[in-house]
Nanobody, 120 residues
Framework: QLHLVESGGGSVQAGQSLNVSCSYS???????MGWSRHVPGNEREEVAC???????TYPDFAKGRFTISKDSAKKILYLEMTDLRPEDTAMYYC???????????????WGQGIQVTVSS
């Protein structure tokens, strides 16, 4: 059983950077973890993924702007976001699944979410 808790987030101006973190507990190795975001009325979309081996994947809109990383010793998942745009405004969720690679299984563990707001 995994427990995920996001922190960070907040409001920034367009072009600025923001970091969010996710503390997790109860996780043995072998979990793929990621960040997804959701805007009411839209489908949830993945922002970044890091697999059990440390390989990362990003959708096109995140490439070059977002970086996912993980400190397994501290059990913290990070998302660094740069050059933020108003369209990045969303609730951001930390997620995990017991899988070795990104994109193989849907996430089964979710945090409560944290709001990121980017104003123009």
């Amino acid at each position: 059983q995994l427990h995920l808790v996001e922190s960070g987030g907040g409001s920034v101006q367009a072009g600025q950077s923001l970091n969010v973190s996710c503390s997790y507990s109860g996780a043995p190795g072998g979990h793929t973890m990621g960040w997804s975001r959701h805007v009411p009325g839209n489908e949830r979309e993945e922002v970044a993924c890091i697999d059990a081996g440390g390989d990362t994947t990003y959708p096109d809109f995140a490439k070059g702007r977002f970086t996912i990383s993980k400190d397994s010793a501290k059990k913290i998942l990070y998302l660094e976001m740069t050059d933020l745009r108003p369209e990045d405004t969303a609730m951001y969720y930390c997620a995990a699944v017991r899988a070795s690679r990104c994109g193989t299984l849907p996430y089964t563990y979710w945090g409560q979410g944290i709001q990121v707001t980017v104003s123009s």
